[in-house]
């Protein structure tokens, strides 16, 4: 058990890093969606055979293949909301405003795998998204929702679903295969981006900006696997629910490795570190993880 938390705690740590590396390329390097996406999916599934390390992937069926389908589409679909609102505000915001689809969580999971939980955790669970919305007002007398809002509300509601078909996926098959597949059909399905001519070329005529940056994918992609097994091996042990409740720790560790890179190298991975923001963060990160353990409890 106790295992299992601390992978359910390296997910959101290790997603964390993965998190700045994805406002530097979205911001510095590509300024093409479906060519940052192709680069990145292709990268991901170069990094894959690192589960192989644990066992080899096994056939379940066509109903779990689809299933498993549909996680690695997901996979492919929620980045083009995501990576868009990372131009727009700090890449620790952002990554606060994937709680906005946790609240999905648990009525999926209560239809989809039949999980619940007790009352005190529930209350954690409101923390945590109470918390993440204070995230989100910038100015109290005069609130405005930007599109980054609809963009995240978007992809994490994409996330929420994929988490419940994991869990529907992971009672029915190792997780072994489990990763290895949904890596596999993420990266057919970002084989689709090649169609249209337009993008076509884009993804061509960067491919030398790929290479001499394939270093940084290279290392995002591996820090964000660790990230990706760690969360798979915790959905297999703990309830769907309570593994994206730590996962909601993500913005802690982003406002953390954010601001030490801030002391290192300045102002090159969008995050405001002012006192004023710090402070408003911390406090906010201090009620998501009192919800996060309510919700352990």
């Avoid at 009352?119 to 005069?142: D, H, T």
Wanted: aromatic share 16%; proline share 4%.
């Amino acid at each position: 058990m106790m295992f299992a938390v601390a992978a359910a705690f390296l997910c959101p740590l290790f997603h964390a890093v993965s998190n700045i590396v994805d406002a530097h390329l979205s911001n510095k390097v590509f300024r093409k969606l479906p060519t940052l996406i192709f680069y990145n999916c292709l990268t991901n599934f170069l990094a894959a055979p690192m589960v192989l390390i644990f066992g080899w992937p096994q056939w379940y069926g066509w109903e779990i293949m689809s299933v498993l389908a549909v996680v690695g589409i997901i996979d492919v679909l929620y980045q083009i909301p995501y990576y868009e609102a990372l131009r727009r505000g700090d890449t620790s915001v952002i990554a606060a405003w994937f709680s906005l689809g946790y609240v999905l969580v648990p009525v999926l999971a209560y239809f989809m795998v039949d999980e619940r939980l007790g009352v005190v955790q529930y209350v954690g669970f409101g923390i945590i998204i109470a918390a993440s919305v204070v995230l989100n007002i910038e100015n109290p007398r005069k609130i405005r929702i930007n599109k980054a809002f609809y963009l995240m509300l978007l992809s994490s509601f994409l996330l929420s679903l994929q988490a419940v078909l994991y869990k529907y996926a992971l009672e029915r098959a190792d997780w072994v295969s489990t990763v290895f597949y949904s890596a596999l059909f993420s990266t057919l399905t970002v084989f689709g981006f090649l169609a249209p001519r337009i993008a076509r070329l884009n993804i061509k005529a960067n491919f030398p900006r790929y290479k001499a940056k394939f270093y940084v994918f290279g290392l995002n992609e591996v820090v964000n696997q660790i990230g990706s097994i760690a969360f798979v091996f915790a959905m297999s042990q703990l309830p769907v629910v309570v593994v994206e409740s730590v996962n909601s720790t993500q913005p802690l560790f982003v406002l953390a490795v954010g601001a030490g890179l801030y002391a290192l190298f300045g102002d090159k991975f969008k995050e405001d570190v002012s006192s004023f923001h710090l402070l408003r963060k911390s406090i906010c990160f201090l009620f998501i993880t009192v919800g996060v353990f309510m919700v352990l409890k």
